[in-house]
Nanobody, 115 residues
Framework: QVQLVESGGGLVQPGGSLRLSCAASGSIFGIAVMRWFRQAPGKQRELVAVITTSGSTNYADSVKGRFTISRANAKNTLYLQMNSLKPEDTAVYYC?????????WGQGTQVTVSS
């Protein structure tokens, strides 16, 4: 069973930065497509960033140029560096591992961008 635990959320002013972390329970990055999703109040969960097993990345248009997804294989940890944050980035952010057509989710971490 894959377990994912997010951390690093919080309250930040517009224009600020945060780095989210997602600790995985084992060495899954060689077999998992890792993704960050977010869900704002009253809205559907949306895909924010993806990193494949080969290290290729892709981003939602709304965060391109501001967010960076990365991973530290030795630490079994996924990251999302978020810069130039905007109020519309406010949401619960979820880490996701997609392995053999099965989705595994973390519990989520709240990010609030407000002055």
């Amino acid at each position: 069973q894959v377990q994912l635990v997010e951390s690093g959320g919080g309250l930040v002013q517009p224009g600020g930065s945060l780095r989210l972390s997602c600790a995985a329970s084992g060495s899954i990055f060689g077999i998992a497509v890792m993704r960050w999703f977010r869900q704002a109040p009253g809205k559907q969960r949306e895909l924010v960033a993806v990193i494949t097993t080969s290290g290729s990345t892709n981003y939602a248009d709304s965060v391109k140029g501001r967010f960076t997804i990365s991973r530290a294989n030795a630490k079994n940890t996924l990251y999302l560096q978020m810069n130039s944050l905007k109020p519309e980035d406010t949401a619960v952010y979820y880490c996701n591992a997609y392995i053999s057509q099965v989705n595994y989710w973390g519990q989520g971490t709240q990010v609030t961008v407000s002055s």
